[in-house]
């Protein structure tokens, strides 16, 4: 079992990596290996709708950041964490930008492996973060994963999110509970139980 975290904050070692390390040792402790990737500090590309990826998948064409090796690294994942700081109420550009080109390019190496959100924030604007992290799961058939309450912790700096002793027993809570679903999926395919082939073909808009 192997759970892959991303850190979006712009701070290597701040409130989003404090909350995300809760997560990871129990998972761990659980019998999970974790990688916990940083997305970096400098400047980070959007999607710039090439499309590129459409024709050649599994790859984003400009390949000199952390893109490209987040899609290698979901391919040998079985569950992921993202995490975020809140940004004026939303997720950071950072982990939006970085999702938007690894799902747009490599969603299938996403798909049927369980995901969740962790969110730090000072104040306000964690639980819309929550909900646009939500959406990267739910297009690519990934089972959210959920807790006792909504995965978020606050604080400005690390030693105030170790004070929200609440928030990180939800970090907790939600870690376990990802372990028990990856035992529940392992179980399953030790039954012969197998992802369901999703139907395809099918591209309408709203006006037709
Ligand atoms: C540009 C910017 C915008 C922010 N906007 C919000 C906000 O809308 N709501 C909030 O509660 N905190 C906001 N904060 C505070 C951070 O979300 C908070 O300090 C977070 O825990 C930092 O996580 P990090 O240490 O992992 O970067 C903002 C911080 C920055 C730098």
């Avoid at 409130?15 to 400047?43: I, K, N, W, Y």
């Avoid at 939500?134 to 807790?147: G, H, L």
């Avoid at 529940?184 to 992802?195: D, K, L, Q, V, Y």
Wanted: glycine fraction near 8%; charged fraction near 25%; hydrophobic fraction near 40%.
């Amino acid at each position: 079992m192997k759970v892959l975290l991303l850190n979006g904050s712009s701070r290597p070692e701040g409130c989003t990596c404090t909350a995300l390390r809760e997560a990871a040792d129990v998972l761990e402790a659980g019998g999970a290996e974790t990688e916990l990737l940083f997305l970096g500090s400098g400047p980070v590309l959007d999607c710039t709708a090439c499309r590129t990826c459409q024709k050649k998948p599994g790859k984003c064409v400009f390949d000199d950041d952390i893109v490209n090796r987040i899609i290698e690294k979901a391919r040998e994942a079985d569950a992921f964490l993202f995490g975020t700081p809140v940004y004026y109420a939303h997720p950071s550009g950072r982990i939006l930008s970085v999702l938007d080109r690894v799902f747009f390019a490599g969603k299938d190496a996403f798909a049927h492996k369980p995901g969740a959100a962790i969110v730090s924030a000072r104040r306000a604007g964690t639980t819309a973060s929550v909900d646009v992290l939500n959406k990267y799961f739910t297009i690519a058939q990934m089972p959210v994963v959920s807790s006792s309450y909504w995965n978020v912790v606050h604080g400005n700096t690390p030693e105030e999110v170790r004070q929200d002793l609440e928030g990180l027993q939800t970090v907790r809570n939600l870690a376990r509970n990802m372990l028990w679903l990856l035992r529940c999926i392992e179980a399953g395919e030790h039954a012969g139980i197998r992802p369901p082939q999703a139907e395809s073909g099918a591209r309408t808009s709203f006006v037709r």
